[in-house]
């Protein structure tokens, strides 16, 4: 094997690495957004009008950051190939939701 072709093979690692190190980071801030939204959300039920009022607010802020970062994991994805996305929307639900 030549050197250049070993020169090839460590950089082939190296992106596959990185590949899915950022997949690994979409996924993670996705599960952030998801868990923000699901304190938010349990944390509705108590306290007065005013507090249910800022964290309905912060609730509905997490469940447009967990659709952004859904994005992006779908996105980053089909970038490396993976093409169905039936597992994300198993292991990422979709928070419910906010109740009135």
């Not at 093979?9 to 690994?24: N, P, V, W």
Request: charged share 30%; glycine share 8%.
């Amino acid at each position: 094997m030549t050197r250049a072709h070993e020169g090839f093979e460590r950089l082939q690692k190296e992106i596959a690495g990185e590949k899915a190190a950022a997949l690994g980071r979409a996924g993670e801030r996705l599960e952030a957004a998801l868990q923000r939204a699901a304190l938010a959300r349990a944390l509705d039920d108590a306290g007065d009008a005013v507090s249910r009022e800022r964290l309905g607010q912060e609730y509905d802020a997490a469940c447009r950051q967990a659709e952004q970062a859904r994005l992006m994991l779908l996105i980053q994805r089909e970038a490396v190939g993976l093409r169905q996305h039936r597992v994300v929307d198993q292991q990422f639900p979709a928070p419910p939701p906010r109740r009135s």
